[in-house]
């Protein structure tokens, strides 16, 4: 039997300080945000006798911004002289994890300017925290690249589209998703070979795309903006979607719903001489833990069981746990604890996989006001912002604590699609930037106030051609910090670890 590697001890090194100083734009920054109406009250304790205003006063409330922060504000981006060298920034952020999966991140960052793009979301944290905010907060996804979009399975079986990874998710600026989405359509779009126009155009589409439904939203009711749901199966009736783009959509919905537990199982697990199931060690991607920590990890699910609803915190109790492994995971994930756990309920032809991983401290967090203390568990601050940003989330998404560290657990796999955005060119790719534009809107229409964020975005597409400058200057900026990151690795300052493609 191979070696297990993995524990879940707690290091007896002490994590260095990493927390960025804040300069004086940051300190503005956080006064302004502390003074705004919005707040982490917004998702607090219910006030049934709190004054409403009615949508037109609000939206009008959002126009009135625009004086003191105009769309041309958004349109420049240009590095401050006292920005801190972006290596230096990603190397921070390996601070805690897991140092032999370290060189592993650097590899998957370095392979283009996408890929960093993903993985340096604390880099463009530190930048966006240098760049105008009309003050108006809402629960941010904190990572809303456009490759953070995919398809999902309902618990009724449908496939939905929607976002997805809330590691980062925060109260914060609603222009910080939507300059991110932004960013990552222009980079996205350079490395299928989009001419400057071409890439232009895909960004002015996406934030139309989040103007359009941020004002439709704006005057609906509030349940029924939280009954929303984007089918993935059905033709939207208020838009026209091209025949290329449907196509594609409906080739992943198919992909979607054959990626289920059943199909799963046999790619990462198989039986054992005993009869049962165990998972296949194919390091550094899945490999075994040790008796200890497979002990801690199945403990950890009976905290994680108590944060699910009464209804399902029953059915969990008809799924055991047969074998638990480490699986890497994403880009920018590299090196956090990730474990997966594999259960049965009614038989071995009924599997379940939960996915039980560590989340980390938001990157966007040191730049805005602090957390109330109950949100300062960073496995319930993610749980709480999915079911906020998601229309329809995962009925076994809840939270735990293991050796100190808060994780959270979720269902993996299980009907998920992502779009094959670096395979897609015209229509597809615009059509699914608009999509991805319009599905950020509805997130932050859950939690903030879509009426004034709609006044504020304004009617026409000044706001639409503002973040196209900044996208393709900050496209700029992120060719130039991929440079730099190979620069680093090639020199020797930076180890990475290139996988080889099969």
Same mark, same amino acid.
């Given at each position: ?52 205003? !009615? ?18 504000? /958004? ?40 890929? *960093? ?27 809303? /690249? ?19 990874? *809330? ?26 070979? *989009? ?33 929303? *749901? ?53 390091? !550094? ?218």
């Amino acid at each position: 039997m191979t070696k297990p590697t993995h524990t879940l001890r707690p290091s007896t090194k002490r994590a260095p300080d990493v927390s960025p100083r804040l300069d004086t734009a940051q300190r503005a920054l956080i006064a302004t945000l502390e003074s705004s109406r919005e707040g982490w009250q917004t998702i607090g304790r219910y006030e049934a006798d709190r004054p409403q205003e !009615p949508p037109a006063r609000r939206f009008a409330s959002g126009q009135k911004l625009l004086g003191r922060v105009p769309h041309a504000a /958004h349109a420049e981006w240009t590095a401050p002289k006292h920005r801190p060298n972006p290596v230096d920034t990603v190397l921070a952020g390996n601070a805690g994890r897991q140092e032999r999966f370290v060189p592993l991140r650097m590899g998957r960052m370095a392979v283009s300017p996408f890929a *960093f793009l993903r993985g340096a979301a604390a880099v463009m944290a530190w930048d966006l925290s240098h760049t105008p905010v009309s003050g108006i907060q809402v629960m941010i996804d904190g990572d809303a /690249h456009i490759n953070n979009f995919g398809l999902f399975g309902t618990p009724q079986r449908d496939v939905i589209a929607d976002l997805n990874d *809330f590691d980062e998710a925060t109260l914060g600026p609603w222009e910080w998703d939507l300059k991110r989405l932004a960013a990552s359509v222009n980079v996205a779009a350079r490395e299928n070979g *989009f001419s400057r126009r071409e890439r232009r155009d895909a960004v002015r589409t996406a934030v139309g795309g989040y103007r359009f439904n941020i004002g439709r939203l704006c005057n609906r009711g509030v349940l029924d903006v939280w009954s929303l *749901f984007g089918y993935a199966e059905r033709r939207p009736t208020f838009l026209k979607v091209p025949n290329q783009a449907w196509a594609v959509i409906q080739k992943t919905v198919a992909k979607a719903k054959r990626t289920t537990n059943e199909t799963l199982l046999p790619k990462v697990a198989h039986r054992s001489n005993d009869g049962g199931w165990r998972f296949q060690d194919a390091p !550094p991607i899945l490999t075994r833990v040790d008796d200890e920590t497979r002990q801690k990890l199945v403990a950890s699910l009976v905290e994680y069981a108590e944060t699910l609803s009464p209804a399902y915190r029953f059915m969990l109790r008809r799924y055991a746990v047969a074998d638990v492994a480490h699986r890497v995971v994403g880009v920018g994930s590299v090196g956090t604890r990730a474990y997966l756990a594999l259960c049965f309920g009614n038989g071995d032809t009924d599997p379940l996989f939960l996915q039980i991983k560590e989340a980390l401290a938001p990157v966007h967090g040191a730049y805005l006001p602090p957390m109330p203390a109950r949100e300062r568990h960073d496995g319930r601050r993610v749980v709480v912002a999915q079911r906020l940003l998601q229309a329809l989330g995962d009925p076994l998404l809840g939270y735990t604590t293991i050796d100190g560290r808060p994780y959270f657990v979720r269902q993996m796999k299980n009907m998920k699609a992502s779009m094959p955005v670096s395979l897609m060119t015209g229509e597809p790719f615009n059509f699914w930037a608009y999509s991805c534009g319009g599905l950020l809107a509805r997130a932050h229409a859950r939690s903030g106030d879509a009426a004034r964020i709609a006044g504020y975005c304004g009617d026409d597409d000044t706001l639409d051609r503002a973040l196209a400058d900044f996208a393709e200057a900050y496209g700029d900026q992120t060719e130039a910090d991929h440079v730099e990151l190979v620069k680093a690795i090639k020199s020797g300052r930076v180890k990475a670890l290139v996988e080889e493609v099969s």
